[in-house]
C-alpha cells in the first residue's frame, strides 16, 4: 500500500476575527415537479430566504449572513436551514417561523426546539 502524502499547513498563531459571527444557510434547490423527495424550493424556501433577509435587517440583526444554498440534502423535511458556526438545523414553513428562528436563536441564542430537526430526522435511503 502507497503512503498518501499530506500536505502541512502551519497553523497560524492567532485566526483573523470572522467576517460574520452567524451565517444561516437556507436551502434553495429546485427539483423537478413531481421528485420523490420534493425540494425545498418548490415547498417556498426562495420567498423565507428573501423574508429572512429583510426581516433581520428590520430587527437590526448585525454580524450574521442569510445565503441561499443549494441542496442539503434534507428535501423531506424542507424548506430546511442551518445555522453555523452551531450547525443547527431547522425546518422552517412560515414568515412566524422565520420570526421565531431570528429572535429566538439569532438574537437570543436560544433554540426553537419545535422546528429542529435532529439526527432521527433522516432522509430515507436513495434508490
Known amino acids: 500500500m502507497r503512503a498518501v502524502p499530506t500536505l502541512e499547513c502551519p497553523v497560524p498563531d492567532a485566526d483573523p ?10 436551502c434553495c434547490n429546485r427539483r423537478p ?28 440583526i448585525t454580524g450574521i449572513r442569510v445565503n441561499q444554498a443549494g441542496c442539503l440534502d ?3 423535511f424542507g ?4 445555522i453555523y458556526p452551531e450547525g443547527v438545523w431547522y425546518r422552517l414553513r412560515t414568515r412566524e417561523d422565520v420570526d421565531e428562528i ?3 436563536h ?3 441564542g436560544g433554540r426553537v426546539r419545535r422546528l429542529m430537526l435532529t439526527e432521527r430526522d433522516v432522509p430515507p435511503p436513495k434508490a
Do not use: N
Not at 476575527?17 to 437556507?26: E, G, I, S
Open 17 to 26: 476575527p470572522p467576517f460574520y459571527r452567524a451565517h444561516l444557510f437556507v
Open 102 to 104: 431570528l429572535t429566538v
Open 106 to 108: 439569532v438574537q437570543g
Open 79 to 82: 424548506p430546511a436551514m442551518v
Open 33 to 60: 415537479d413531481g421528485h420523490r423527495r420534493g425540494s425545498c424550493a418548490a415547498a417556498g424556501s426562495e420567498a423565507l430566504r428573501d423574508y429572512m433577509k429583510a426581516r433581520a435587517k428590520e430587527l437590526g
Open 74 to 76: 434534507r428535501c423531506e
